[in-house]
């Protein structure tokens, strides 16, 4: 009794012990830790040990995958489709799908799992029970997402990410980018694709060709669940997928089904049924809604179907008897599946639908007048399993859905004239849906939920051309497809989706150029096509060709002021591309013409908000920077900053934004005249502006970190060349450590600008290249040579491609090569074939640099303080050395005239 009474006060005495020490190694470092452990006694030393680990023990993969219910994740409720009350069976095929999804809590990244079959087969059910059961026993993200299209699922994603409070973008690549990175680092959770199709998912590994971006995450610890009819090509497109294939019930699941459904209890009956309907799901929902609704016997109803030979066929047949049943009742309810069939299958707003009765043909127009009426029309068709009812009508969120195979045996069972007739019907819906300014913030939500419908209709379109009519869009409207597609394509122009946008601009002149009296419409199509096919390609000639043509339209209607708005429009837009063609005077006359126009448009107090001046004004001081003038561009940066004056705390966010980007070029000027200080200043001042107003993997945000890691760059070559010249040690020490701290930073902004800038290389190549051009100096300062020549010699191929052999932009690539060569003692291969070496290099960029821009050029610098170094002898290197050096000192002074001598007559107002 005593013996235990000792043991029992001593496990009391250390086992406190154990417990202060545990308290405090919560925050003590290890070698405090074993101090107190050893002043305690081995017991209380363990007991300690055991509870710092316990609190500081690494956080392993497999915890994070097993920590999801605990992740600083926001869990917003799932969207998950409401699911049927008569799911039967499906048990082996929900063990494979949870087997391949969550095959053991040690197993990590992104887990894929495909779930092929025929239209109607179940898939979607299955997906939603698998996802249920997800829910039921773990609380982490599960969200459904509508993939029957790439523009779908796009919407799908963009509305996950503000669900999950991800802050907006106007790009939608930032927006993925940053849900991506946001699912990367929490794991745990589930995403289901469902009816995905050939081209939803965007580009794969077999789709080289395909420049949209990829929607499906490609790190991180999470499940995704794919449907879709396709069977073949998984393994090829995918890592590491598991494909499952879905059949048909079986009978026992498919008796069970159908006695839940329709209260039959004679299971002969039920089996020959379901033989009849070769077990097929969307076949059996139909036979048992039916058979419901119709109160007649399981039996009665088998008599009443044809022999099916064929599986697929068992849904038409539902179908037809359906559609049969409910159209001799309600006969407005086959119009109304005609309208929803042009629409996409999920999503369809109630107030898109009957906000404009009168865009829709009768009857049915005056179902929709009839509040009551058309909620009876939709709850027949809901009780056959025709159309799906979701939402509060009290709320306003009332939406219908359509099954994709009901869909298409709708538009199967309509002969031409029903098909132009309800296609164009949905077009004015949408036009009267869609926002007039698309680009507005505001409008966003909407624009994205309406663009499945407008891509869900486009190609089923039906179009009055072979009657010689040209009713493109609308029988009633033929304009309406056209203003559709303008909107639609400003709205993917603002989102920073240039191929998409495109595709509808050029949708858009052709039905324009189809009107002769529609003019304005056309001349703006033509504007649009111009800016996003050739300009932002870099396919100049053409750009300037479709340009000019706008320009001579609008000037064959001089006098019309509707014109005089896009008159100045298309000037600027030419004098952009004419700099980009390093036609400078061309440029500038073009610039100031549109500027005229907008003090003339001022004077007639039509001038609006004078952002447009302000932008004409700053693109003019684009034009004098590339030409070198850089005082004149100081010049006109200065009036568009008059022309956006700020007001404090009622400051507009794009005028803001505006006045930032001032002071960025600002500072390139500084850059241009070797002030780096001033240069830094300027765009640090400018970053924190576009960081706080678009985000850190904005493509205009990322344009100042490229020139501030350029300008940290040439700092820290600055501080090298400084070190060489110091005698003392230390001092010599402390400036490599500064110059070692400027490169790791230019590293860190640099890095993630080539990364987006590769993604959208596809449409903006030449901006990649300017990438290449600073990330290939950012090498050779690291000692990195080879990288260095290879990064520049990209940069040389796509400039040549892009701009031809003899443009500036090409000149400044080989300019810095010139440099890594002078450092190797090595020669490059240009895109051209020729081999060259160092000073050959660099003297080709100065035939270009003189040719092009004239002697005097800011960009001939370098290129003479660089032939200084290859020169052997000391006469030519002086003599190169004065030429940069009386170029710098000439930056600050006047800039020379630019004449409007050689302008085409067709350039002025």
């Known amino acids: 009794m005593r013996s235990r009474l000792l043991k029992t006060a001593l496990s009391s005495v250390t086992g406190a012990g154990a417990v202060f020490l545990s308290v405090v190694a919560q925050d003590t470092h290890g070698t405090e830790l074993l101090w107190l452990a050893s002043s305690a006694g081995l017991l209380g030393g363990i007991s300690a040990i055991t509870g710092y680990f316990s609190v500081h023990r690494p956080r392993s993969e497999t915890s994070a995958i097993d920590s999801a219910d605990q992740g600083s994740l926001y869990v917003p409720p799932p969207n998950l489709p409401d699911p049927s009350r008569y799911f039967t069976g499906r048990v082996t095929e929900l063990r494979s799908v949870s087997q391949v999804l969550r095959p053991g809590r040690r197993t990590g990244g992104v887990r894929i799992c495909v779930v092929h079959g025929l239209g109607g087969i179940g898939k979607s059910q299955l997906a939603a029970a698998y996802a249920e059961e997800r829910l039921r026993h773990h609380r982490s993200l599960v969200w459904w997402l509508s993939a029957s299209s790439h523009e779908r699922l796009t919407s799908e994603l963009l509305e996950l990410a503000a669900c999950l409070g991800i802050p907006e973008h106007n790009s939608k690549s930032v927006m993925l980018n940053r849900l991506w990175g946001t699912l990367r680092d929490c794991p745990g959770w589930l995403l289901v694709y469902d009816d995905v199709q050939h081209h939803s998912l965007g580009p794969l590994p077999d789709d080289a060709d395909d420049s949209r971006q990829s929607l499906l995450p490609h790190a991180g610890h999470g499940e995704v669940l794919i449907t879709t009819q396709q069977r073949e090509g998984w393994d090829e497109r995918l890592t590491d997928p598991t494909v499952i294939e879905l059949s048909g ?15 039959e209890n004679d299971e002969q009956v039920l089996e020959r049924l379901g033989t009849h309907l070769h077990w097929f799901p969307l076949a059996l929902e139909q036979a048992g809604a039916y058979i419901t609704e119709v109160e007649i016997p399981a039996g009665d109803y088998l008599r009443r179907l044809p022999r099916l030979p064929e599986g697929r066929n068992a849904v038409a047949a539902t179908f037809r008897l359906a559609m049969e049943r409910v159209v001799a009742v309600a006969p407005e309810a086959l119009d109304l599946m005609r309208l929803c069939s042009f629409l996409a299958s999920e999503d369809v707003r109630k107030d898109m639908l009957v906000g404009n009765p009168a865009l829709v043909p009768s009857p049915l127009q005056q179902v929709m007048l009839d509040g009551i009426a058309f909620n ?49 019907a949905v077009v004015q819906l949408l036009e009267a849906a869609f926002p007039e300014r698309p680009q507005q913030l505001v409008q966003r939500v909407v624009c994205e939920a309406l663009m499945p419908h407008v891509e869900a209709v486009t190609p089923e379109l039906t179009w009055a051309a072979e009657t010689g009519d040209h009713e493109f869009g609308a029988a009633r409207d033929p304009q309406a497809f056209a203003r559709l597609l303008h909107r639609v394509g400003m709205y993917q122009e603002h989102r920073c989706e240039w191929r998409r946008a495109l595709d509808y601009f050029e949708m858009e002149a052709v039905l324009r150029s189809l009107h002769s009296a529609d003019d304005l419409g056309r001349i703006t199509a033509l504007l649009a096509v111009a800016r996003l096919r050739y300009y932002r390609r870099a396919q100049l000639e053409t750009a300037e060709e479709e340009c000019q043509a706008a320009l001579d339209e609008c000037l064959s209607h001089e006098g019309d002021p509707a014109f005089l708005g896009l008159q100045a429009e298309c000037q600027r837009q030419l004098g952009e591309i004419l700099r980009e063609r390093g036609r400078f005077r061309e440029a500038l006359a073009a610039v100031d013409c549109a500027i005229t126009i907008y003090d003339e448009s001022k004077e007639s107090g039509a001038d609006g908000d004078g952002l447009d001046r302000a932008l004409s004004e700053h693109e003019a001081g684009m034009i004098h920077r590339n030409a070198g003038h850089l005082t004149k561009a100081l010049e006109r940066y200065a009036r568009a900053e008059a022309l956006v004056p700020s007001r404090g705390s009622a400051e507009r966010r794009d005028h803001l934004v505006f006045r930032a980007m001032l002071q960025r070029d600002r500072g390139i000027v500084a850059q241009d005249r070797g002030d780096l200080k001033t240069a830094e200043g300027e765009l640090r001042e400018a970053l924190v502006v576009f960081e706080a107003n678009r985000g850190t993997d904005d493509l205009e945000t990322s344009q100042i970190c490229k020139f501030l890691a350029d300008i940290l760059r040439r700092q820290s070559d600055e501080l090298r060349a400084q070190a060489r010249g110091m005698r003392g040690p230390l001092r010599r020490r402390r400036i490599h450590r500064v110059a070692d701290r400027r490169l790791t930073e230019a590293e860190s902004l640099l890095a993630p600008v080539v990364v987006l800038h590769r993604k959208r290389r596809e449409t903006e190549e030449h901006k990649y290249a300017a990438c290449l051009n600073k990330l290939g100096s950012l090498r050779l300062a690291q000692g990195r040579h080879q990288e260095a020549v290879e990064t520049l010699l990209e940069a040389e191929a796509i400039y040549v491609d892009s701009y031809g052999a003899e443009h500036p932009y090409r000149a400044k690539t080989l300019s810095r090569l010139g440099a890594v060569l002078i450092a190797t003692g090595g020669t490059a291969v240009l895109k051209t074939g020729e ?35 290859c020169t052997t002898s000391p006469h030519t290197a002086a003599d190169l050395r004065g030429r940069a050096r009386h170029i710098r000192e000439a930056l600050g002074g006047p800039a020379p005239s630019l004449t409007q001598a050689s302008i085409p007559l067709s350039a002025a107002p």
């Open 249 to 263: 019930l079986g009978a026992s699941d498919g008796i069970a089904f159908l006695r839940a459904r329709t209260g």
């Open 376 to 424: 009876r029309v939709v709850r027949r068709l809901s009780d056959y399993s025709l159309l799906r009812r979701s939402g509060d009508n009290r709320l306003g969120t009332v939406t219908y859905g359509m099954h994709p195979q009901v869909q298409f045996y709708v538009r199967q069972g309509m002969d031409e004239q029903a098909r132009l007739l309800w296609s164009q």
């Open 835 to 869: 081999r060259m070496t160092a000073e050959q290099t660099l003297r080709l960029a100065e035939d270009i640099f003189r040719a092009r821009l004239g002697d005097a050029h800011p960009s001939l610098v370098a290129v003479y303080e660089r032939l200084a170094e």
